[in-house]
């Protein structure tokens, strides 16, 4: 049964790149009033130098999952324009929310001639943050509403925290807009800990041969390509799992994964996790089928990595 409360509270946060101050304060408070009551209890990081980013060590850790908090978003220029923050798939019409210094605000996107602005009813101060409006709709069979990336997979990595006896889970910034954490973070738990393998815990996309119910995905490749001794230990390990999951191969897109392969330390990695439509779009979907799968595909293999 999916932890609808939690889902709920993640969902309705505001974290758009650069802004992740929020998100960040509700996993450390999340993680201090549950901890004792998991398998192990783990030692936490934040704050400081970290900035927001947060790690959570658990016993002997020998595999570091991350989960980024961001999400793509706008930012208020001027005479009414908005950039966009990512890459968010906008149309005409899609209401957008946020607050400067003159109160709360609600407006519509409008798009004209390839140039982007909003119908607020007043000039909104420049540099304020707008995501999009959040719907959620909890289904039969799928979960549908803004941020599901990464907000499922925030959710799997707290999710893990549960059950998870070793390992380091890593709630990251900034990877909808060019990076930037990823680096300072693998210094930080490779000088600690000497970690050599990541999952990456993320959501990727509905394509020609990756399906809805068809179970979590393992990314043999998107614009990078992870070392394939440790894909194929992944893969040996996913199939005794008895867990279902499908394999993607696609030539674009990526990841935190790619600041870890770019970097220079020796980490392995592979991206893990359920596909949704409607990418950076207020009306992303994924199966509740696929969540499931990704979060005890993810406990399978932190046993056993």
């Not at 509270?9 to 996993?27: F, G, M, P």
């Not at 001639?113 to 995501?131: A, C, M, Q, W, Y």
């Amino acid at each position: 049964m999916p932890d609808y409360k939690l889902l709920e509270e993640i969902l309705r946060i505001q974290s758009v790149s650069s802004d992740e101050t929020r998100i960040s304060a509700y996993i450390v408070d999340y993680v201090l009033k549950r901890k004792t009551a998991w398998k192990v209890t783990p030692e936490i990081f934040f704050g400081g130098n970290l900035h927001e980013n947060i790690v959570l060590v658990f016993g002997e850790p020998r595999t570091v999952v991350f989960a980024h908090m961001d999400t793509v978003g706008f930012m208020a220029r001027y005479e009414n324009q908005l950039v966009p923050i990512g890459g968010p798939d906008v149309m005409d019409g899609d209401l957008l929310e946020g607050v400067d210094a003159y109160g709360p605000i609600s407006c519509r996107a409008k798009i004209v001639e390839d140039n982007l602005f909003h119908d607020f009813k007043r000039g909104i101060v420049p540099g304020t943050i707008l995501s999009y409006s959040q719907q959620i709709d909890f289904g039969k069979d799928f979960i549908q509403g803004a941020y599901l990336d990464n907000r499922l997979g925030i959710y799997n990595a707290l999710k893990q925290c549960e059950t998870l006896a070793n390992g380091l889970i890593v709630f990251s910034t900034y990877e909808e807009h060019g990076g930037g954490a990823i680096p300072m973070l693998l210094k930080f738990i490779y000088d600690r800990w000497d970690i050599k393998q990541a999952l990456i815990s993320d959501i990727t996309w509905v394509t020609e041969g990756v399906r809805h119910h068809n179970g979590v995905v393992i990314s043999i490749r998107d614009r990078n390509i992870p070392r394939r001794t440790f894909i194929n230990r992944i893969l040996v390990h996913a199939e005794n799992s008895g867990v279902p999951y499908q394999i993607e191969v696609e030539g674009s897109g990526s990841s935190d994964g790619r600041e870890i392969q770019q970097s220079p330390f020796a980490l392995d990695w592979c991206f893990i996790g359920a596909a949704e439509d409607g990418v950076h779009s207020p009306r992303e979907r994924v199966s509740w089928k696929d969540l499931e799968a990704m979060v005890q595909m993810y406990r399978y293999l932190m046993q056993r990595l």
